[in-house]
C-alpha cells in the first residue's frame, strides 16, 4: 500500500514538474513572441517617419524645382516681353503691357501658395492635386484634368504626404518621358476607401519588363503598403499608363 502510494506520489510529482515545464516553455516562447512582435513595431514605426521625412523632402525638393521652371518659363518670360513692350510703349500699348504685369502678379501669387511651409505641413490631398492640375494647365506641359465624386473625408495628413508624393512622381514620369498629350486624374471619395487613378494617353510601357528592373514601380507600392494602402500599375505599349491607389480609412 506504501508502494503504490509512493508511486502515485511519484507521478504526480512528474506530472506536476511537466506541467510546470511546460508553463514555463510555453511563457518562455510567448515573451520571445511578444518581445519580437513589439521589435518589429518599433522597427515598422521608424520606417514609417523615416519613409514620412524622406517624402518631405522629396516634395519640397520637386517643390524647388517647380518653382525654378515656372520662374524661367513662365514668370521670366512675361517679365522680359513686359521690358520689350515698355521699351517700344505707346499711350494704346500700355494696356496691353499693364495686363502682361497683371498677370506675372497672378503668377507670383500662385507660386506663393506653393512656397509657403504650410503646403508641406498640412497638405490637403484634393488642394494639393488641383494645385498641381492648375500648374500643368497654366505652363501648358501638358492638358490635365481633375475629376472629384464622392463626400470628402478627411485623409490622414502624413498619409496624404506619401499619397501625394506617389501621384508627383507618377505626373513627373508622364511630362518627362510618356510622350502623352493628356492626363485625367479622378478622386473618389466612398465609404471606406479613398481611390485615385491617374491616366495619360502616351507610349505606354511592357510592365513584365518593367518588373525586372522596376525599383521604382516597387518602391511606390512599398510606401503605399506602410499607409495601409495599394498602388497598381496598368500600362500597355502605346495604350498609355495608369496608376491606381486604393486607399482604405
Not at 38 to 53: C, G, M, S, T, W
Amino acid at each position: 500500500m506504501q508502494q503504490e502510494g509512493g508511486e502515485i506520489l511519484i507521478v504526480a510529482t512528474l506530472i506536476i514538474v511537466i506541467i510546470i515545464a511546460f508553463l514555463v516553455i510555453l511563457f518562455t516562447v510567448f515573451q520571445r513572441r511578444k518581445n519580437k512582435l513589439l521589435q518589429e513595431r518599433a522597427e515598422n514605426k521608424k520606417r514609417y517617419e523615416r519613409e514620412i521625412a524622406e517624402t518631405q523632402i522629396e516634395i519640397r525638393e520637386e517643390t524647388l524645382r517647380n518653382i525654378s521652371w515656372e520662374l524661367h518659363d513662365n514668370i521670366g518670360q512675361l517679365l522680359t516681353l513686359a521690358k520689350i513692350q515698355l521699351q517700344h510703349a505707346t499711350p494704346e500699348s500700355m494696356e496691353e503691357v499693364s495686363e502682361i504685369i497683371a498677370k506675372s502678379l497672378s503668377e507670383v501669387r500662385a507660386l506663393s501658395k506653393i512656397i509657403n511651409p504650410d503646403f508641406i505641413n498640412n497638405i490637403k490631398l484634393k488642394e494639393a492635386l488641383n494645385l498641381e492640375i492648375e500648374r500643368f494647365n497654366r505652363l501648358n506641359y501638358i492638358d490635365a484634368e481633375l475629376t472629384i465624386t464622392g463626400e470628402e473625408k478627411e485623409v490622414n495628413q502624413k498619409h496624404g504626404i506619401v499619397i501625394f508624393r506617389i501621384l508627383q512622381e507618377f505626373f513627373s514620369n508622364t511630362i518627362k518621358h510618356s510622350k502623352g498629350s493628356k492626363l485625367e486624374v479622378f478622386l473618389t471619395y466612398k465609404e471606406n476607401l479613398i481611390q485615385v487613378k491617374a491616366q495619360d494617353n502616351g507610349v505606354g510601357f511592357d510592365m513584365e519588363k518593367a518588373r525586372l528592373k522596376g525599383l521604382g514601380l516597387h518602391n511606390i507600392k512599398a510606401r503605399a503598403k506602410l499607409i495601409n494602402a495599394e498602388a497598381k500599375f496598368v500600362s500597355e505599349p502605346q495604350k498609355g499608363t495608369s496608376l491606381i491607389i486604393n486607399y482604405y480609412i
